[in-house]
């Protein structure tokens, strides 16, 4: 079972890394905001950046050691890189890019799997031209079939998409997901800002924030179900209580501003909970603890979802509804936020 | 005219030439280090770099007098070692030369090194490149043009100079006399037909060497 294990310390004036995970064979997505660590690491898990203090171990072979002081070389670490600037080498063709990592090898074995990466990559034809004569989509493939073509023991894919076109970046996604899928077996890294990008792409996920790991798991718990208010503001949640907003009474009720919920258990430093879950209903027909009644205060239509901002027990909510052409400013509404919505933070 | 020694132009080509030479083998590894230099050091030889830049050319000529005269501790060691003395030789032209034009390469190189993207660089060495392999095959090609720019430059200034060399060098006949100290000579001595001709020919020799190296750099960078 290939698996890379990384455990990084390295400290900067103004930040600190601090970063433990373990990673197996797969996609792994990596999200945070930027400044958050992202980069740094897998630029020290490459060998581009030595950690103060820690341990890097890929299959099994120890890359970084700061206890033996053990640090193997970018060069001998055969990981491949992907860029969010493509980082092609623009004096060269596209052939002898995607051949930058094969020194040493023989002519004719080189000349083969070059023809075999651009017909991937699809594009054939492209072999004698220069990277400034082609689209960032097509610029962000031939620097995939550079790592590819390696062999790499590890895959790191910093923001490969956040340069592109909304349009191509989709299309890109689809192709270079099945290109990894088709020819890659080992662990990959995938890192993004971007959370839907995450979800699409990534089975496992990570949580990154000022330099530390928030949550890491199954990609479904990771980025839709929040531990801690860091993660929850990370993932863009729209509903994010703490502080003085939330209690839990003598009880164990959970109060949300002047609002009863159900029990609680553990001691909570907030909730979370997604505005799509919160169902606007017709009217206040039980003694259901979940239906509420508010006034609404703002109406924002948008593309796909609006959202509008009811006033409830004196905080607002954000809840998104499909069309918001029904809806007025002081209108009173009925909204059923389920118990199971009511996502816990533990810090 | 009669008699127009084509010496001064050939001694200014060829002491040119040898400072830009020298400034290339040394100006490359300086700039190389200095783009990658955030220390106090690196600031410090940067500004000294500079410096010949803003200086006149006499204060500097005046400096190498006093660093490489006779009775200087390096002038003192040449002449007792190898039995030479440098001052009003033609190599202290070239070593004038090189010291108002080295700023050029310098300055120039290090913005050129600097504008190489280090994604590129990271890029390679994950590919498996050895730091040797990466420097030769692609900051030098990547910072080409402006390494060429700053060769053009150095050797521009070290053709022209006049107030370094006349202090260092002297103004020799047919041993250290350059193009443009002869061109003043010519008109010291009321020669205005030769300084005519001599001021002639350097605007030609100048137009043709920077209008070829233009060129070449062109087509090196389109190959």
């Given at each position: 079972?290939t698996m890379l294990?990384?455990?990084?310390?390295?400290?900067?004036p103004?930040?600190?890394?601090?970063?433990s995970?373990?990673?197996?064979?797969?996609?792994t997505?990596?999200?945070?905001p930027?400044?958050?660590?992202?980069?740094?690491?897998l630029?020290?898990i490459a060998?581009?950046?030595?950690p103060d203090h820690?341990?890097?171990?890929?299959?099994?072979?120890?890359w970084?050691?700061?206890e033996?002081n053990?640090?193997?070389?970018?060069?001998?670490?055969?990981?491949?890189?992907?860029?969010?600037?493509?980082?092609?080498?623009?004096?060269?063709?596209?052939?002898?890019?995607?051949?930058?990592?094969?020194?040493?090898?023989?002519k004719?074995?080189?000349?083969?799997?070059?023809?075999?990466?651009?017909?991937?990559?699809?594009l054939?034809d492209?072999?004698?031209?220069?990277?400034?004569?082609?689209?960032g989509?097509?610029?962000?493939?031939?620097a995939?079939a550079?790592?590819?073509?390696t062999?790499?023991?590890?895959?790191?894919?910093?923001?490969?998409?956040?340069?592109?076109?909304?349009?191509?970046?989709?299309?890109?996604?689809?192709?270079?997901l099945?290109?990894?899928g088709?020819?890659?077996?080992g662990?990959?890294?995938?890192?993004?800002?971007?959370?839907?990008?995450?979800y699409?792409?990534?089975?496992?996920?990570?949580?990154?924030?000022d330099?530390?790991?928030?949550?890491?798991?199954?990609?479904?718990?990771?980025?839709?179900?929040?531990?801690?208010?860091?993660?929850?503001?990370?993932?863009g949640?729209?509903n994010?209580?703490q502080?003085?907003?939330?209690?839990?009474?003598?009880?164990?009720v959970?109060?949300?501003g002047?609002?009863?919920?159900?029990?609680?258990?553990?001691?909570?430093?907030?909730?979370?909970?997604h505005?799509?879950?919160?169902?606007?209903?017709?009217?206040?027909?039980?003694?259901?603890?979940?239906?509420?009644?508010?006034?609404?205060?703002?109406?924002?239509?948008?593309?796909?979802?609006?959202?509008?901002?009811?006033?409830?027990?004196?905080?607002?909510?954000?809840?998104?509804?499909?069309?918001?052409d029904?809806y007025?400013?002081?209108q009173?509404?009925?909204?059923?936020?389920?118990?199971?919505?009511?996502?816990?933070?533990?810090? | 005219m009669?008699d127009?020694?084509?010496?001064?132009?050939?001694?200014s080509l060829?002491v040119?030439?040898?400072?830009?030479?020298?400034a290339?083998?040394?100006?490359?590894?300086?700039?190389?280090?200095?783009?990658?230099?955030?220390?106090?050091?690196g600031?410090?030889?940067?500004t000294?770099i500079?410096?010949?830049?803003?200086?006149?050319?006499?204060?500097?000529?005046?400096?190498?007098?006093?660093?490489?005269g006779?009775?200087?501790?390096?002038?003192?060691?040449l002449?007792?070692?190898?039995?030479?003395?440098?001052?009003?030789?033609?190599?202290?032209a070239?070593?004038?030369?090189?010291?108002?034009?080295?700023?050029?390469?310098?300055?120039?190189?290090?913005?050129?090194f600097?504008?190489?993207?280090?994604?590129l660089?990271?890029?390679?060495?994950?590919?498996?490149r050895?730091?040797?392999?990466?420097?030769?095959t692609?900051?030098?090609?990547?910072?080409?043009?402006?390494?060429?720019?700053?060769?053009?430059?150095?050797?521009?200034?070290?053709?022209?100079?006049?107030?370094?060399?006349?202090?260092?060098?002297?103004?020799?006949?047919?041993e250290?006399?350059?193009m443009?100290i002869?061109?003043?000579?010519?008109?010291?001595?009321?020669?205005?037909?030769?300084?005519?001709?001599?001021?002639a020919?350097?605007?030609?020799?100048?137009?043709?060497?920077l209008?070829?190296i233009?060129?070449?750099?062109?087509?090196?960078?389109?190959g």
């Amino acid at each position: 079972m290939t698996m890379l294990e990384a455990d990084i310390q390295k400290q900067y004036p103004d930040f600190s890394l601090d970063i433990s995970f373990t990673a197996a064979a797969g996609l792994t997505g990596i999200l945070g905001p930027s400044g958050c660590g992202k980069s740094l690491t897998l630029q020290t898990i490459a060998g581009i950046l030595s950690p103060d203090h820690g341990r890097i171990v890929m299959d099994g072979s120890v890359w970084f050691d700061s206890e033996t002081n053990i640090n193997v070389r970018p060069q001998l670490r055969k990981s491949g890189y992907v860029f969010q600037s493509y980082a092609l080498f623009p004096h060269l063709t596209v052939a002898d890019n995607i051949a930058y990592g094969l020194k040493g090898r023989p002519k004719e074995e080189i000349r083969a799997k070059v023809a075999d990466w651009l017909r991937l990559i699809q594009l054939q034809d492209f072999g004698r031209r220069y990277p400034g004569q082609l689209s960032g989509g097509q610029k962000q493939r031939v620097a995939l079939a550079r790592s590819m073509i390696t062999e790499p023991r590890l895959l790191l894919l910093d923001e490969p998409f956040s340069a592109l076109d909304q349009h191509i970046r989709r299309q890109l996604e689809v192709d270079m997901l099945r290109l990894i899928g088709e020819h890659y077996h080992g662990v990959a890294l995938l890192v993004t800002h971007n959370i839907e990008e995450a979800y699409r792409l990534s089975e496992e996920g990570m949580l990154f924030h000022d330099g530390r790991v928030l949550q890491k798991g199954a990609r479904a718990d990771v980025l839709t179900r929040p531990e801690s208010i860091a993660a929850a503001e990370i993932l863009g949640i729209e509903n994010i209580f703490q502080g003085r907003a939330f209690a839990v009474d003598e009880d164990g009720v959970l109060m949300i501003g002047k609002e009863r919920f159900h029990k609680v258990s553990a001691p909570l430093s907030g909730v979370a909970v997604h505005g799509h879950t919160i169902g606007i209903v017709s009217s206040d027909k039980t003694n259901d603890p979940g239906i509420k009644t508010g006034v609404i205060e703002r109406v924002v239509p948008g593309v796909k979802d609006g959202t509008i901002l009811i006033n409830i027990g004196g905080l607002t909510w954000r809840v998104s509804v499909r069309n918001t052409d029904s809806y007025q400013i002081g209108q009173t509404v009925h909204v059923s936020i389920p118990a199971e919505a009511i996502m816990p933070l533990y810090h | 005219m009669a008699d127009i020694s084509l010496f001064p132009l050939f001694l200014s080509l060829r002491v040119a030439l040898t400072a830009t030479g020298l400034a290339i083998l040394i100006g490359i590894p300086i700039a190389y280090y200095l783009h990658k230099a955030d220390s106090r050091l690196g600031t410090l030889i940067d500004t000294l770099i500079t410096l010949p830049i803003v200086l006149p050319p006499t204060v500097l000529g005046y400096y190498l007098l006093v660093l490489l005269g006779r009775n200087s501790a390096i002038g003192t060691f040449l002449e007792d070692t190898f039995g030479v003395t440098l001052v009003f030789t033609p190599a202290a032209a070239v070593v004038a030369a090189l010291v108002v034009s080295i700023p050029f390469m310098i300055k120039s190189a290090k913005t050129a090194f600097a504008s190489v993207g280090e994604d590129l660089l990271y890029s390679a060495e994950i590919l498996g490149r050895s730091k040797i392999n990466i420097f030769l095959t692609l900051t030098i090609p990547l910072a080409w043009r402006g390494i060429v720019a700053g060769i053009t430059m150095t050797f521009a200034r070290a053709l022209g100079d006049f107030g370094a060399t006349l202090m260092v060098a002297g103004s020799i006949p047919n041993e250290t006399m350059t193009m443009p100290i002869a061109i003043y000579d010519a008109l010291l001595a009321g020669d205005r037909e030769m300084a005519n001709v001599l001021v002639a020919i350097m605007t030609v020799v100048a137009l043709t060497i920077l209008y070829t190296i233009n060129r070449l750099e062109k087509r090196v960078i389109q190959g």
